[in-house]
Structure formats: C-alpha cells, structure tokens
C-alpha cells in the first residue's frame, strides 16, 4: 500500500516538474510579453500545485502545510499575473504582430 | 525507485531553471524580466519541496511558505513601478 | 559543499567592491554594496557548515537526546540573522540620504557632489 | 543524496555570479539592475536553505529580496528624473 502511494507521489512529482519546463519553454519561445505572462504563470501553477500533491503523497505528515502553500500560491498567483499585465498594457509593451483583438485599448478609446 | 524518480524531477527543474534564466539575462523589456523573475521563485519552491523531501526535514517548508507570499509582493512593487505609481 | 559556498561568497564580495568603485551614479553604488553584504552573509553561515549534519531545529526527527551529535552549530547562524537585518537599516539609512540629495540638487552623479574634497 | 544537493549548490553558485555581474554591469537600466541584486539574494537564500540554516533563508528571503527590493523601487520613482546621471 505504501509502496504504491510512493510510486503516485513519484509520478506525481516528475508531472510537476515537467509542467514547470514546459512554462520555461513557453517563456522562451512566446513572441511577446503578454503570451509569457501566459504561459509562465498558468503552466507553473499548475506543476507547483501537482509537485506539492506528489510531496503529499511521498510523506503524508506534512500535508497542512503543504496544503498551506497551495492554498497561497492559487490565491495570490493569478492576482499578481493580472496585475502584471495590466502594468505592461500600461506602459506601453510591445504587442507582437499577430495580435489582432485588444478589447482594453478598445475600451479606453471609446470613453477616454 | 521513489529516489530516482526525485532525481528526475530536479533535473525538469533545472532545466526549467536555465530556460527562465535565458529569458531573464535576454529579455528586452523590464516586464519580460519580472516574468522571468516570478517563474525562478515559483521554481525554487519547488526546489526547496525537493531539498526538504531529501532531507527528510519538515522545518523547509517554512521556508516555501515565505517565499509562496514574497513572490506576490515583489510582482505587485514592480508593476507599481511600471504603471508610474508611488 | 560548503566550500561552493564559500568560493561564491568571496567572489561576490570582490564584485560588489568593484561595482561601488567603477560606478558613478550613486544608487548603482548602493546596489554593488547590497551585493557585497548578501557575500559577506554567505562566507559566515558557510564557515559554520558541518558536513553531515543537520539544520539545529528540534522537531521529531531530531530528538532532544541525539541532538548534540546531530545538528551543526547555531551560533554563525544567529549572527548573521542579526547582521542581514542591520543590512536592510544601513540600506535604508543610504537611501534617504539619496532621496535627499536628490531633491536639494537635482543630480545623481558623484562627480558633482564635492564639497568634502580638499 | 548528496550529489543531488551538491548539483543544486553548483547551479545556484553560477547562477548568483552571473545575476551579481548583472546586477553592477553599467549599460543596463536600473530597474533592471534592482531586479539583478534582488535574484542575487533570492539564490543566495535558497543556498542557505541547502546550507542548512533555514532560520536564515527566511528572513532573507523576507527582508533582502522583498523589502529591499520595495525600497529601492520606492526611492526610485521619486527620483525618476535624476536615474539616468
């Protein structure tokens, strides 16, 4: 029984982790800023909450605290990627050439 | 087996380690670095995960713990900044 | 293990020495002297590594009667938690002091601060 | 075990000289410049994580990267005519 939970938790973790190289991945290929903000904060949530899972599974006494930081980081990551583009929007990021829709540009023209 | 499947694990995580730190030395603008910033500590929690279970010290989550809150107020002082504020 | 350590906090040392030297402006000096005292905290708490042993918390796995020949030694430790956080007042110290240059002369440059040469 | 912790060590004592030379280089902006000095102390904290002194990776985790990183960036958009002398 346990020998399985370790197998889960380790799967688990390699999971994780490979969510985690594919938002680096993302980071380096994403044309501009807005793409990287993408997939730098929504493919890392992701593997980081998946890597506390596996640890959960690997040693289950620490499991509040691993829930704790969980609970933090799907709080206050998306909040702060929100913020983050809207500071880019701001001031003035380059936009790559295949964006087309900009609803917030739109907006701010419409009631200046 | 559990302990080569962690050693996988950090090896993903270094590699995504590097490719965050590419865009961080090469990035143009300063909001591509505050990016790149925010994806190496969410790395190092998880780095931090993986030095705790190989230690086999429950006292290093304390230390994710802190970092799962800095990495917020970092993000939120920088985008301040960059809107013109303060 | 702690000799990595160690080798990269000297080695930061040296750079932030050359940073506040080569540089003119006065906040790019501030940033070389925060490097060079994140150095300094590194070479300390690496002097005080021992290798094999753990980090001197008591919780369940390190019980109080092993505890002796177990953890490493906390006093380094202790020192360097006092000395980050007199690092962040002097940091603050130098800062206001650039606030306030900047708003009687409206400049950063070293080069046109030079009332103390003689 | 010990390689996989001596392996971190030698990834993140490259990686904190490269943010330091970064951190001093002359040509780049100062925001930019900040952010360098505070990756420097962000890996230098998780290097005292593996140093085994995790008392000292929180508050520096807490107060080197985070609060001087809001003071610097505070004093500089007060300053923000004088940051390119």
Redesign the interface.
């Known amino acids: 029984m346990t020998m399985l939970l370790d197998i889960i938790g380790g799967l688990l973790l390699v999971a994780g982790t490979a969510f985690l190289l594919f938002g680096g991945l993302g980071l380096v290929r994403m044309p501009d800023v807005f793409n990287r903000i993408q997939a730098g904060t929504k493919a890392t949530t992701l593997g980081t909450l998946l890597t506390l899972a596996g640890a959960t599974c690997l040693q289950p006494a620490w499991g509040v605290k691993l829930l704790l930081i969980g609970l933090f980081l799907l709080f206050t990551n998306p909040l702060s990627s929100q913020v983050l583009a809207r500071a880019a929007h701001r001031s003035g990021a380059g936009k790559s050439e295949k964006t087309s829709i900009d609803r917030l540009e739109e907006d701010q023209r419409k009631k200046p | 087996m559990v302990d080569w499947l962690i050693h996988l694990a950090a090896l993903f995580a270094g590699v995504a380690f590097l490719l965050a730190l590419t865009r961080f030395i090469k990035g143009p603008s300063a909001a591509d670095r505050v990016v790149a910033f925010d994806v190496l500590t969410i790395i190092s929690i998880t780095g931090i995960v993986l030095a705790a279970l190989t230690e086999g010290r429950g006292i290093y989550l304390d230390v994710a713990l802190v970092y799962a809150l800095l990495s917020f107020l970092g993000v939120i002082v920088v985008a301040r900044y960059l809107e013109g504020g303060f | 293990?702690?000799y990595?350590?160690m080798?990269?906090g000297f080695?930061?040392i040296l750079?932030?020495f050359?940073?506040a030297l080569?540089?003119?402006?006065i906040?790019?000096m501030?940033?070389?002297f925060?490097?060079a005292n994140?150095g300094v905290?590194?070479v300390l708490?690496?002097v005080g590594?021992m290798r094999g042993?753990?980090?001197?918390?008591l919780?369940?796995?390190v019980p109080v009667t092993e505890a002796a020949a177990r953890i490493?030694d906390p006093i380094p430790?202790a020192l360097?938690?006092t000395a980050?956080?007199i690092?962040?007042g002097v940091?603050?110290l130098m800062?206001a002091f650039?606030?306030k240059l900047?708003a009687t002369r409206?400049?950063?440059?070293i080069s046109n601060y030079t009332e103390l040469k003689w | 075990m010990t390689d996989l912790m001596t392996t971190m060590s030698l990834l993140l004592a490259a990686t904190t000289i490269g943010a330091a030379l970064m951190a001093i280089w002359g040509k780049r902006s100062l925001p930019i410049a900040i952010l360098a000095a505070g990756l420097v102390s962000l890996l230098a904290s998780v290097q005292f994580l593996l140093l085994a002194a995790p008392d000292v990776a929180m508050t520096e985790a807490a107060i080197g990267s985070g609060l001087t990183t809001f003071l610097f960036f505070f004093v500089l958009g007060r300053v923000r005519g004088g940051s390119n002398d």
């Open positions: 293990m702690s990595i350590a080798t990269t080695i930061l750079i932030g050359y940073g080569t540089n003119r402006n906040l790019r501030i940033i070389a925060t490097v994140t905290n590194l708490v690496a590594y042993r753990t980090a001197p918390i919780d369940a796995a490493i430790q360097v938690l980050i956080v690092g962040v940091t603050a800062l650039v606030y900047y409206g400049s950063l440059d």
